[in-house]
C-alpha cells in the first residue's frame, strides 16, 4: 500500500522530484567540491559532476510522462560527459564546453517547465512545485554562467574569508561556489563572502538580482490568475446545474 502510495504521488506530483533535487543541489554546492573529493574522489571540473548527475535524473524523472524526457535525459548525459572529460584532458576548450552544455541543459529545463505552468489550465500542488522549480532553475542556470564568465574573464569572483581577507578559491575548479553566489544574489540576500569584482560580473549579478523579482512578480500573477480564472469557472458551472426556483 505504501509503494502504491508513493507511485501515485510521483504521478501526481512529479515537478515535486525536480523541486526536491534543487534543494538538494542548493544546500550541497558550498560543500561540493570537498564532498565530491573525500567520498567519490573527484577533483576539479568533476567536482560538480554529482550535483548535475542529480539534476538530469530528477528532470529525466520529472519530464518522464512528457514527450520532451528523451532529449533532456541526451543533453544532460552529454554534459556529465564532458564534465569528466575536460577533468581528464584539461582543456580550454572542453572547460568552456562543458560550461555551455550544462547552461544549455539548465535552459531546456527551464523552458519544458515555464511552459507546462503558464499553459496550465489550473492550479495545482504539481503546477505550484513547477513554479517554485522554475524560480531556482534560474539560480542554477546563472550559477553555470558565472562560471564561465569566471574561466573567460579569471579573478572575476572573489571568495572572501571570515576575517575580510580574500581566500585563494579557485573558483572554475570549485564550481558550487559560483552556484550558491548565485542563488545568495537571486534572493537579494547578498551574504558579501563571494565578491564580484570585474565589470561584467557586477553586470550579471544586478541583472539576476532584477530577474529574480521579475520572476516572482510575473509568477504570482499568473498563478493568481489562473486559480481565480479556476474558481469563477466552477462558480458559474454550479449556477448553470441549479435548478429554476419555480421549479
Known sequence: ?????????????PFAIL??????????????GRLAREAFGLTAQASIAPLVLLLIISAGL???????????????????ALVFLSTIFSQDALTVA????????????SVIVAKAVFRSPIVDGNILCGAACLYMLTGVLIGFIYCLVEFLVPGSFQVTNVD????????????????????????????GDILPTSPVARSFAALEAVIGQ?????????????????????????????????S
Not at 225 to 232: D, R, S
Open 62 to 80: 520529472s519530464l518522464w510522462s512528457m514527450k520532451h524526457r528523451g532529449v533532456t535525459i541526451f543533453c544532460g548525459g552529454i554534459a556529465l
Open 164 to 191: 575580510g581577507h580574500l581566500s585563494h578559491t579557485t573558483l572554475v575548479v570549485d564550481p558550487g561556489w559560483l552556484v550558491y553566489f548565485s542563488f545568495t544574489t537571486l534572493t537579494t540576500v547578498g551574504l
Open 214 to 246: 521579475i520572476i516572482v512578480v510575473v509568477m504570482i500573477a499568473r498563478l493568481v490568475g489562473i486559480n481565480v480564472a479556476q474558481i469563477t469557472s466552477q462558480n458559474h458551472g454550479m449556477k448553470n446545474r441549479r435548478p429554476p426556483s419555480g
Open 19 to 32: 523541486l526536491a533535487a534543487l534543494f538538494l543541489l542548493l544546500m550541497g554546492s558550498p560543500f561540493s
Open 1 to 13: 500500500m505504501g509503494s502504491a502510495r508513493k507511485a501515485d504521488f510521483l504521478k501526481r506530483y
Open 98 to 109: 562543458h560550461l555551455l552544455a550544462q547552461s544549455i541543459f539548465v535552459f531546456y529545463v
